[in-house]
């Protein structure tokens, strides 16, 4: 049952979220795509845990870069909102740890389209008012 997989930390988190921490863990990404296939993910794709940070994040800060790959394979497939800023204002993409990662970046990069461009110019406006 997933759902008993969030007590696995003390932190709250999803199912999908301890899933992934096993998975960098110990290697074994079988748990984690199990748990995927039985996540209701939430439609608007934000996945976050109490610092704002998706999967994807957890995955991206992993030195270990052949796991953190198969890990992200399976992440991609579902939907995550690759766009979503943790608390230190990170997309996941921000946390590539060498600039030889291009498979990995590929994976979790955020391209906005024309019109998100043009809203996070003027949500970055706002905030230095």
Do not use: W
């Amino acid at each position: 049952d997933i759902k008993n997989l969030s007590s696995a930390y003390q932190d709250p988190m999803s199912p999908v979220h301890v899933a992934t921490k096993l998975a960098l863990e110990t290697g074994n990404i079988a748990v984690l795509e199990t748990t995927c296939t039985r996540y209701q993910f939430p439609e608007n794709g934000r996945l976050v845990d109490k610092y704002n940070r998706t999967p994807l994040h957890i995955t991206m800060m992993c030195n270990n870069i052949t796991t953190s790959t198969k890990v992200l394979l399976v992440l991609t497939q579902y939907n995550i909102d690759k766009s979503l800023r943790d608390d230190t204002l990170k997309r996941a993409e921000d946390y590539m740890t060498s600039k030889s990662e291009d498979h990995r970046r590929t994976l979790v990069a955020y391209i906005p389209t024309e019109a998100q461009r043009k809203e996070e110019l003027r949500s970055s406006k706002k905030l230095s008012e």
